[in-house]
C-alpha cells in the first residue's frame, strides 16, 4: 500500500495531494484547491510570485494607452528585467536556472523561478529578499517544490503550438538572448572542468535566441550595475543593499521524483504528528 502511495504521489491518480502545485509550484485554485499543497521547508528553488510586470500586462502587444508597443521594446524590457535578478541574486550563489513565466492567467503571472545549486544558497537568499521591494513593490517570495523544469514546462508551447495561449497551466517560459545567456551563465563555465565545451543549447533555445541574435550584438551592454542595484530597497525607496555570499559546498547530490516524494511524504507526517 505505501509503495502504491508513493508510486502515485504528485500524479493526477493522487486524491490527496495537489499535482499541479507538486510539479509548477502553483495552483489555479489557490488555497481553495480540494488538494494538499504541500510547501517545501527547503528547497534549492524560489519563487518571486507575479514579480515581472510586462509592459503590455493589460492586453498583450498594447500598452496602458492602447498604443502598440514593438516586440523588440518588450523584449529588451524583459532582458533588462531578467539581468538585474540575476546579477543581484547570483550574490548568494551559483544559480542554475532562471525561468520568468510568460503566462497570463491570475496565479502563474509573472512568476520568477531560480534554482540555485545549492539548497543553503537559496536559504540565503530567500531570507535576505524578506521585507524588500523592487521598484516600490513588495517582493513575495518563498521556496518552491519546483525542481525539475521539464516536468513543468508546456512542451506544446516550446514547440509553439498550444492552443491555450497564456491561460495554459503548464509554465511557458520567456527566453532571452543567446548573448545575454552567455554573459549571465558563461561566468560558471570555468568553475566546471568536466563539462563539455562543445555542449550547446538546446534546438528549442537555439531556435528561438536565434530570433534576437542580431539584435544583441547592437545593444548597449553598458548599463551600469548600479543602476540595476538601486532598484531594490528594503522600505521601497531607491537605495541599493548589498549582502555577501554564502559559503558554497562542493558536489551537490540533486534529488530526483522518488526522493522528492518521500521528502514531501516526511514533511506530511511530521505536520500530523505536531497536530
Known sequence: MAEHLASIFGTEKDRVNCPFYFKIGACRHGDRCSRLHNRPTISPTLLLSNMYQRPDMISPGVDAQGQPIDPRKI????EDFYEDIFEELSKFGEIESLNVC???ADHMIGNVFVQFKEEDQAAAAL???QGRFYYSSPIIADFSPVTDFREATCR???ENNCNRGGYCNFMHVKLIG???RRKLYGRYRRYRVSRSRSRSLSPHYRKESDRYRDRD?????????SDRHGRYDSDGGRKSHDRGCPRRS???IREGSEERRARIEQWNREREERQ
Open 250 to 252: 562542493r558536489n551537490p
Open 156 to 158: 506544446q508551447f516550446e
Open 102 to 104: 510568460d503566462n497570463l
Open 75 to 78: 523584449q529588451e524590457h524583459f
Open 217 to 225: 550584438k547592437d545593444r548597449d551592454r553598458g548599463r551600469k550595475s
Open 127 to 129: 531570507q535576505a529578499l
Open 178 to 180: 543567446r548573448d545575454l
